[in-house]
């Protein structure tokens, strides 16, 4: 019985931790193709440094997109971004 619930028990902490992974894993490739999608000049001219400033930036506020002067297609940063 002990054993029952034991095992029970593992596997409930064990799909928590599956899906929490799930979870972190997929928003790091969004978070990879919002990267690609930005120019990668790395030049910091919208202020926040680097395109991986601006990638965090976007992640809170999608409307930073306007700061970087280098972007070429903000339509699809803006499905990215949606799409967390």
Known sequence: ???????TLMSFIISILLVFLNNFLEKNEKEE????ALPGYNCGSCGFGSCSGMKDALLKDKN???KCKFVKNKEEIMKI???L
Not at 1 to 7: A, D, E
């Open 64 to 66: 930073v997109i306007s």
């Open 33 to 36: 193709e919002i990267l690609k």
């Open 1 to 7: 019985m002990i054993g029952v619930i034991l095992f």
């Open 81 to 83: 971004i949606e799409n």
